[in-house]
């Protein structure tokens, strides 16, 4: 192939790469419009991640858990309560 060839595909591909971003913007918007509501009802953080393609994929985050974090017996599942079954129980 020469150059006269190649010039009008280039020229398309640019005008093409706007516009396939957008689509997928929307995409995105419109695929997960239902969990963003949810999450932002809940009061969760919301990530916009890049996926596959240029596809995102969002991810929800419920700022409750970060107090869990540091807490060692959260880790092990125990609870300060008493559990059933323990040799006090009646």
Same mark, same amino acid.
């Given at each position: 192939?020469? *150059? +006269?060839?190649i010039? &009008?595909? =280039? !020229? +398309? @591909? +640019?005008? +093409? =790469? #706007?516009w396939?971003s957008?689509?997928?913007q *929307?995409?995105?918007? %419109?695929?997960? @419009? @239902?969990g963003d *509501?949810h /999450?932002c %009802?809940?009061a ?8 596959r393609f /240029?596809? !995102?994929? &969002?991810?929800?985050?419920?700022s %409750?858990?970060? =107090?869990?974090? /540091?807490? #060692? /017996?959260a880790?092990? !599942?125990?609870s300060?309560? %008493?559990?059933?079954g ?5």
């Amino acid at each position: 192939m020469n *150059e +006269i060839t190649i010039g &009008p595909w =280039s !020229g +398309i @591909a +640019i005008r +093409i =790469s #706007p516009w396939a971003s957008q689509c997928q913007q *929307e995409l995105y918007d %419109r695929v997960h @419009a @239902a969990g963003d *509501e949810h /999450g932002c %009802r809940q009061a969760w953080l919301i990530t916009k991640n890049t996926g596959r393609f /240029g596809f !995102g994929t &969002p991810t929800y985050r419920d700022s %409750r858990f970060d =107090s869990r974090r /540091g807490d #060692p /017996g959260a880790a092990q !599942g125990s609870s300060p309560a %008493r559990r059933l079954g323990d040799p006090d129980d009646d």
